[in-house]
């Protein structure tokens, strides 16, 4: 596992704070607009967690899936730079998230009273308590079955035709108040969300996400 990776490398004390998720790989943090999805144009400090195992190859964020490119960074700091920011909403992505125990950072960041939101493939235990939680699965590593519970927004990247199928086998396992979305991958979107439009039309039931941030050049 990855968290075996990035442990031998501690020490004693530095493997217990990363146990305890008070120490995370970290690849970026920054203050920005959500993009996608049900928060869309919501103002949130984003920190990308480093560290995925799901691969998959449209991925615009390959840099983040070796965990040991990117430095262990204390909790705490990361909870004093949002502070300073005075963000309101925060939007915990990856890399994959779930990798790690992020019961000590949600509740650090609930302690100061902001909204904290989650960005995963559900192929890990969920930890953490979370204001709300997108679903986005993967066809390497399919979700576990507790991500469909937690699950308040699924939302489904769409590269070819069978992706619609492939879509509604995870909207079947939801729960039925889960916000369903339908996003085109962006090298493919010219082709596919056509057909997303015309789907929606269809199947009502569901939305469009798109990435607004790339159309208005923002991280």
């Not at 996003?183 to 039931?205: D, F, G, N």
Request: net charge negative; glycine share 6%; with cysteine.
């Amino acid at each position: 596992m990855i968290n075996i990776l990035i442990k031998n490398k501690l020490s004693e004390e530095q493997q217990q704070r990363f146990v305890e998720g008070k120490m995370l790989p970290i690849m970026e943090e920054f203050y920005s607009v959500q993009g996608e999805g049900y928060n869309t144009g919501k103002a949130a400090y984003f920190i990308r967690v480093g560290g995925c195992d799901v691969g998959c190859h449209w991925c615009d964020v390959k840099e983040s899936w070796n965990p040991d490119l990117h430095p262990l960074v204390d909790v705490q700091q990361i909870i004093e730079n949002i502070i300073e920011i005075e963000a309101k909403a925060i939007v915990i992505t990856g890399g994959e998230p779930l990798l790690y125990n992020l019961d000590y950072i949600t509740n650090q960041l609930k302690a100061i009273g902001v909204e904290v939101f989650l960005e995963t493939s559900g192929a890990h235990q969920s930890s953490g308590s979370w204001d709300w939680y997108c679903l986005s699965p993967k066809k390497n590593i399919p979700p576990l079955d507790d991500a469909y519970h937690y699950a308040d927004e699924l939302k489904v990247i769409i590269h070819n035709k069978n992706d619609f199928k492939w879509a509604e086998e995870h909207a079947a396992k939801v729960k039925k108040h889960c916000r369903l979305y339908l996003q085109p991958e962006w090298s493919s979107q010219e082709k596919m969300l056509p057909l997303i439009i015309e789907y929606v039309k269809k199947h009502t039931q569901w939305s469009i996400s798109l990435q607004t941030h790339k159309y208005m050049h923002i991280p």
